[in-house]
Each structure stands twice: as C-alpha cells, then as structure tokens.
C-alpha cells in the first residue's frame, strides 16, 4: 500500500509548474498514477537533469534549441523503454503523445482566414511549436512540396525558416519578459520547509496551487503580448520583406499545410522557455525541496 505522500507526488506537484496544456497535464498525471515505483524514480532523474541543463541553456536561444531537442530524444526513449517494460502503461504512454497535437483541423481553418488572424496565430507560438513547425517544413521541402511546376528546387524553405527563426527570437524576448512577470508569484508563494517535520502533502497541494496561478498569470500576460507581436506580423503583409522569395498568400499556403501536419511528438509536454526561467528562478529548490520530504 503506498504512503500518504510518496514520489508520485512530487511528480504530480512538478507538473502543474511546467506550463504545460490542460490536455498534456492530465495525460502526464494518467501516466504517473499507473507507473511502478522504478519508473517513478526514472521519470524524476529525467526532471532533474532537464531543471540541472537548464542554467546553460538559457544563456541563449541557440542553447535552448539544443536543449530542447536533447530533453525531446531523452524523454522519447524513456517512453519507449517503458512501453516495452511494461504493457499496462501503453494507454498511457499513447495518451501523451497525443496530448501533444495542438490544433484540429477546425482551429487551422479559423487562425488561417484573414491576414489578421494570421498574425494573431503566428505571434502566439511558443518556441517549441514553431520548433516542431521548422521540421515540418523540412520535411516538405525534402518531399519536394516547395518545388516548382517544373520539379525544380525553390527557395521557399529559406524563406519559411526565415520566418520561423524570426518568430522564435520574437518569442525568445517576449517569454522572457513573462518570466521576469511570473518570478514575483513565484517569490510570494511558501517555500516547502524540505525537512520531516514539514507538511509533504500540504506542500505538495502549495505546489499544485502555484502552478495553477503561474498558469493563469501567463494567459493574461501573453494576451497582452501577443496582440504587440502580431503587429509586427501583420507588417508583412502591408510592406513584404525583400527576403521573401514568396508572396505573402504563398507563405500563409505553406505554413498552414505545415501546421496541419504537424508531427505528434508530446515529448516536448511541460519545456518552454517561460518554465525554463521560472525553474531557474525558484521553482527548482521548491521541487527539490518537496522530494528532500518524500525521502525523509
């Protein structure tokens, strides 16, 4: 019979700080309830290297995409080994996966049906969506979907990743000006005292209660800065950049063909550059702190 409060917990509690979609939560949480107590303890050991390489990696946005695709193949294998380890936990393992795909086909049409709900879609990406974007376009171009009437090579990709490289710097300034924001939620919120006799459960609970104000804190902060960044999108469309090698409708084709295709990967469930500052700035030793209670 498991204890009141165990590493499950803690698992739990860490989850609800990682920023993630409520559809990604509940598929992580799912998983967690149905893991055995060695895949428990892998799952943290994977947690803790990302909050440890993160420090590095927040230097700047080049680090952070090697990161980022670093934790996606950690997490991958880790979800493949443990399907094979253990067959009761496949529902589980597919439920994340499919967490990840964020748009239906419904939501696509809409964000794509004026050049104004273009801008809106486009300036609200995360670094990560527009990072499973940029390997989409990869593997259209190498398909040959950007090629001319004739099968000849186009510039298209250069120009497509042009865009995505710009909106990820967008969202690299923008998500750490949300950080900065979020630190000072961070900082009003009890610290969990890490020793036995603190309150494991009732600092798990603060825990989970933090995450759910971080989150709503960034919902209010990104529609803010959302509607600034789409105005820089919605330049192009009033003024194309002399690096675009298509035209505007030729670009809103393309990214929308991508968009639908982006691949389900759901390893990336919880990364971000906001969480990733926010990790750095406090919610690490507070994670630390409430598995430090689990093991007393």
Not at 30 to 55: A, K, N, P, Q, R
Not at 167 to 184: G, I, P, S
Not at 209 to 223: E, I, N, T, V
Not at 230 to 258: I, R
Request: aromatic share 6%; with cysteine.
């Amino acid at each position: 019979m498991e204890p009141p409060f165990s590493l499950r917990n803690v698992l739990q509690a860490a989850l609800r700080c990682k920023l993630m979609k409520d559809e990604e939560i509940r598929a992580w949480e799912d998983c967690i309830d149905v893991l055995g107590d060695s895949h428990l303890s892998e799952l943290y050991t994977i947690f803790s290297s990302e909050h440890s390489e993160l420090v590095d990696a927040l230097k700047t946005l080049d680090d952070y995409l090697l990161y980022l695709h670093a934790c996606d193949n950690r997490r991958h294998a880790w979800l493949q080994k443990i399907e094979t380890e253990d067959r009761g936990v496949e529902i589980s393992v597919t439920a994340i996966l499919q967490s990840k795909r964020h748009w239906t086909g419904v939501q696509v049409d809409e964000a794509f049906k004026t050049d104004e709900s273009v801008a809106l879609f486009l300036a609200a990406l995360s670094i990560r969506d527009l990072e499973q974007i940029r390997k989409i376009i990869d593997l259209h171009d190498q398909a040959g979907e950007y090629d001319d009437d004739e099968g000849m090579v186009t510039k298209a990709r250069e120009t497509l990743i042009g865009i995505v490289a710009f909106l990820q710097e967008d969202a690299w300034e923008r998500e750490k000006k949300e950080a900065d924001a979020l630190l000072t939620v961070i900082q009003s919120a009890p610290m969990p005292t890490g020793d036995a006799t603190g309150d494991a459960t009732g600092d798990a609970t603060s825990l989970i209660d933090l995450g759910l104000s971080l989150r709503k804190a960034l919902f209010d902060l990104g529609s803010t800065h959302t509607a600034k960044a789409a105005e820089k999108v919605q330049g192009w469309t009033e003024h194309q950049p002399t690096w675009f090698t298509m035209t505007w409708e030729q670009v809103k084709a393309a990214l929308e063909s991508a968009v639908l295709t982006v691949s389900v990967s759901g390893t990336l469930a919880g990364l971000g550059a906001v969480a990733g500052h926010l990790l750095q700035g406090g919610l690490r030793e507070r994670i630390s702190a409430l598995a430090r209670e689990e093991c007393l």
